[in-house]
Each structure stands twice: as structure tokens, then as C-alpha cells.
């Protein structure tokens, strides 16, 4: 099967990328890529994104140190989002809090 | 801990929702949900999204059947992202494809 085009369109040039270690199926953060940082990331095998705040690509880690390295690249049924499966790191901390993921507020 | 207060500004009103399956860490898909959809979710238990092409609430399964149970919710560091975990369910079809899950595009 060739790989899908990513949709980049709909959202203004950006789409949702979920960021899931590929052994144990934790999330560990979800942040947004633009074309630019979807092709580095499948090109170096390491992990991209555009901040929406700083307007900029942004490679996970460049300061931290915290590289995501991927393993598997998964777009969804409308190309339109993507999971970035990684490399599992025991030691990962991939959020900029310090903690091993992002998503540690309960609401529910 | 108090919920956390979710951000809908920075996204002109929408935060992006990853659906997961709480036993097995799967994840079934990834939609848009906008205050009146993350509300309903939060008083229901069952998952709601706000449709980006018909702009109008939308209760996952209300026509399809496969109806999302929610068993945790969780909001990110920046508030502004959710992982909503599911109950497992072995003959779900969360994709309108009639796929178990939405992500079965293999990029890389």
C-alpha cells in the first residue's frame, strides 16, 4: 500500500500528532506538525512539531534531550491526524512539566 | 486535585480528543470537541465531539451504534488536549469505515 497524503488543509496547515510508546501503548504527548516537521520526522526518524506558539519548528528534545525516536508512523481513515509510535524509554520524561508523559490531569 | 480548566481559546473554540481503550491502550481515534461536547461527555460518560464539516454536536455511535463508554478522562500539562479512555469492548468498530480503529494508514 503506498503511504496516504496527509491532509494538511483543513486545519489551517496543521494536524494533530499523538505521540505513543510503542511497547507499552502510553501516551506521552500530543502536540501539532506542519508539513515541514511531518517530513523530518519520517525522513530522520525522529520526532517534530510546529509550535503554534513560538510559529516555528520544533524538534522534541533539541533542548531537553528527551529525542523521541520512532518506530512507526500511523495516519488516520481521513488523513488528517497521526500516530507517532516510539521507541519505549524507561527514563523518557517527554513532558516539559518533567513528567514521563503529558496527560497526568484527571477531570474524569 | 480540582479538575483542571480546559483551554478552548487556542484553537478557536476546539481542543483535539484521542479515544483509547482503557484495557489494552489502543487507540481507536482522534476527534475534535468544542465546550458543549466536552460537557456532555464529562455528564454523560458517553464520548461527544463537535463535527468540524456539519459545525453541530455529534454523539459518537448515535446512528453507527458503537456507542463510547467513558472510564477516565484526562487533560494534558497546557490543558488544552484530551486522552479519553474507554471501556474495552472486543467487537468495537470506532471508525465509520467499519474498522476497529481509524488508524490503520501506514506511513512509515
New interface residues.
Given amino acids: ?1 503506498n ?2 497524503k ?1 491532509d494538511f488543509a ?1 486545519m489551517g496547515g496543521l494536524i ?1 500528532a ?1 505521540v ?1 510508546d510503542a511497547k ?4 506521552l ?2 502536540a501539532f506538525q506542519n508539513q515541514e516537521a511531518f517530513d523530518q520526522t ?1 525522513a530522520t ?1 525522529e520526532v517534530y512539531f510546529f509550535s ?1 506558539s513560538r510559529q516555528k519548528l520544533w524538534k522534541k528534545g533539541e533542548t531537553s534531550g528527551n529525542v523521541l525516536k ?1 518506530v ?8 488528517d ?3 507517532i509510535k516510539v521507541a519505549h524509554d524507561p527514563d523518557m520524561k517527554a ?3 518533567g ?1 514521563r508523559n ?7
Same sequence: chains 1, 2.
Fill in positions: 500500500m503511504a496516504p496527509i483543513k494533530p499523538v505513543q507499552t501503548g502510553e501516551i504527548m500530543l519520517v526518524k503554534r520512532v512507526e508512523v500511523l495516519a488516520d481513515c481521513d488523513d491526524s497521526i500516530i513532558c516539559h512539566t513528567a503529558c496527560f497526568f490531569k484527571k477531570v474524569l
